[in-house]
């Protein structure tokens, strides 16, 4: 009875707390915490004398760079963006609030550059009708540094980091230096041949080329990518959306990882010198290698499709049988006339499809002023080390009763010989060329433009 009794007590005294006492446990209620989140958010943002460098990946599409200048007493945010040279170039501005939405939230209320990579209007930035690039307009705080602030996109959860821009920086931006910088290293990588970087691994040096997609197209603009044979010989790649700085690019998310290596920027070394950096601060200079990194056998039906051999006696990288078989096989198709007068050997056309491995030869043989081709339809197989065998299918009408006067170039050496591939450097143009080789006759070489 005494235990029931002294329970009931210590109930009674509990019961008799008021709610306040407990709230003593705590800092603040949730709706102050809350204010205070809002108040912080947005005195930071509009307190930056300078403004705030941002960067934007967008969930279906690629990376997007920002100067954004927040005006307190207008509720105005000024800002330029990097996707097309007008936003570049010239300021946009819209409005902007902070409010209470599980924290602090930011949204800009009116349409601006970041509004561009929402619109659900494929006429607007090319995005996908309904979705845009997915991307968001409204975004929650997360969290903030001595010089930075970060979001969240409220709705497809990507990261919208702020950095405090320098007086300088704020200068550039707004002197129109977005535009130069921009294509300053857009221009860098159209006349760099076959841009790569060196990474050591183990004994070895490996060659990484590197390219950048500059268009703003939902499924690949916007990105660098890295392609390149790694130690075992196999095709190593990496991918990473991006966004333009005043002094280079980064690369959003987690980087650009490639060979287990985690790239995090690219930045101007010096006026023309341009260089990767990983995360520990180890700088990778941009260089230019003559030809294609990877072997043309590996690229052939994927990443070209096409070689194309000219209409001419002789080339540059033709071989001295290749050009005594061709002129016998001009000599031969001449005897034809279809009814506009002889038939002529021009181009051949040798096109790829690495999946299927199929060969598809036409030769261009144009009689008169009508157009005519012929049409040769072939299997292969390439081994390890990149050694073609031909085997020609079965003929058309046609095929089958010219091709004995195309023998000297079809029948005794494309379709009997196996043959290696390779690049080829025009000497004059400097353009890069394909160049078939005989194995078993090995003057018997040409060579035709990549597609």
């Not at 996908?128 to 970060?150: C, L, M, N, Q, R």
């Not at 841009?195 to 080329?209: E, F, H, R």
């Not at 966004?243 to 060979?259: E, I, R, T």
């Amino acid at each position: 009875m005494k235990k029931i009794i002294y329970l009931f007590m210590v109930l009674l005294v509990f019961a008799s707390c008021k709610k306040s006492n407990f709230d003593l446990a705590f800092d603040e209620l949730p709706e102050a915490r809350t204010q205070e989140a809002i108040a912080k958010v947005n005195t930071t943002l509009t307190t930056a004398p300078n403004g705030w460098i941002a960067t934007l990946p967008t969930q279906a599409g690629g990376g997007y760079g920002f100067y954004i200048k927040f005006d307190a007493a207008t509720q105005v945010v000024k800002m330029y963006g990097d996707m097309t040279t007008a936003a570049s170039t010239t300021a946009g501005t819209s409005t902007f609030r902070v409010k209470a939405n599980a924290g602090a939230e930011l949204i800009f209320d009116t349409y601006n550059f970041i509004s561009l990579l929402d619109d659900p209007n494929p006429a607007s930035f090319g995005g996908v009708t309904g979705s845009g690039h997915k991307s968001d307009v409204e975004f929650i705080y997360d969290h903030s540094t001595a010089d930075s602030i970060i979001f969240t996109g409220k709705k497809y959860r990507q990261p919208f980091k702020l950095v405090k821009a320098t007086a300088a920086q704020k200068a550039i931006y707004e002197a129109g230096g977005y535009t130069t910088a921009i294509d300053k290293f857009k221009n860098f990588f159209a006349t760099t041949k076959n841009p790569y970087i060196d990474i050591v691994s183990g004994q070895k040096t490996l060659k990484a080329g590197i390219t950048f997609d500059f268009s703003t197209s939902v499924t690949s603009g916007k990105r660098a990518s890295f392609t390149g044979l790694l130690a075992d010989e196999t095709i190593g790649s990496g991918s990473s959306k991006y966004a333009f700085k005043l002094d280079g690019v980064d690369f959003l998310g987690d980087g650009l990882v490639y060979n287990g290596i985690t790239f995090v920027k690219a930045l101007w070394k010096d006026a023309t010198t341009l260089a990767l950096y990983d995360t520990s601060g180890k700088e990778y200079i941009i260089k230019s290698n003559p030809s294609p990194l990877l072997p043309l056998y590996i690229l052939i039906g994927s990443g070209y499709k096409t070689v194309i051999v000219p209409n001419a006696t002789t080339y540059p990288g033709w071989g001295a049988d290749f050009i005594a078989r061709r002129a016998l096989a001009v000599n031969g198709l001449s005897r034809w006339n279809i009814g506009a007068g002889s038939l002529r050997f021009q181009s051949m056309n040798f096109s790829f499809n690495d999946v299927t491995k199929k060969l598809v030869l036409v030769i261009d043989a144009p009689d008169g002023t009508n157009a005519f081709s012929l049409t040769f339809d072939y299997t292969y197989t390439k081994s390890a080390d990149g050694v073609f065998k031909f085997t020609l299918g079965a003929l058309g009408g046609n095929e089958s009763a010219i091709g004995p006067d195309l023998a000297p170039v079809l029948a005794q050496r494309i379709n009997v010989d196996t043959f290696t591939m390779d690049y080829f450097t025009h000497p004059t143009t400097g353009a890069t060329l394909a160049q078939f080789k005989s194995v078993q006759n090995p003057t018997f070489t040409f060579t035709g433009s990549l597609q």
